[in-house]
């Protein structure tokens, strides 16, 4: 898979931690894998709306990647709920479901953005770059990360 410049919090210059919500296992290590090309850290995961919500609030990600369909709470309901809590939420609708109707209803909601399934890792990045926005940087490599970590 492609490495890309690593993307921190330019608050601390620390790798963005993100919270990956997929019912699908395998599409969690997806994401999971993308993020370690990014030079992210996968905060924590979950399988379902609810679980996310819980999560969210246990782990204090960067960026949620969260699908739509899923079981006990779709992910338009999660992110919506994440959002009243927590406004300044930075989540990203991941999702095969992407009917004009869900997309806008995600974005209604407070989702910040949307990526359609299957997941190009270059899509991702530039959309979670743009996501982050001035809260968020890309070092030309992740090892210059860790020796750069003090400044």
């Known amino acids: 898979m492609e490495q890309f410049a690593a993307l921190l919090r330019s608050k601390d210059r620390q790798p963005v931690r993100y919270l990956v ?5 395998f599409a969690r290590k997806n994401l999971a894998k993308m993020i370690d090309t990014f030079g992210g850290q996968v905060a ?3 399988g379902d709306g609810c679980t996310a919500i819980t999560e969210y609030d246990r782990t204090h990600p960067d960026i949620v990647l969260m699908d ?3 079981p006990q709470m779709e992910g338009i309901e999660a992110a919506e709920r994440i959002v009243r809590q927590h406004p300044d939420a930075r ?3 991941v999702s095969s479901v992407g009917y ?16 359609q399934k299957p997941v190009k890792p270059e899509v991702l990045y ?8 001035d809260e968020g940087l890309a070092m030309a ?3 210059a ?3 750069d970590s003090g400044q």
Do not use: C, P, W
Request: net charge negative.
């Open 145 to 147: 990360v860790a020796g």
């Open 44 to 46: 924590g995961e979950a």
């Open 141 to 143: 490599s992740a090892s």
């Open 126 to 133: 530039e959309v979670i770059k743009y996501v982050l926005g």
């Open 68 to 70: 739509i369909t899923m």
């Open 91 to 93: 989540i990203v609708m």
């Open 100 to 115: 004009q109707e869900n997309i806008v209803a995600a974005l209604q909601k407070g989702a910040r953005h949307f990526v």
């Open 21 to 25: 919500v997929d019912d699908s296992v």
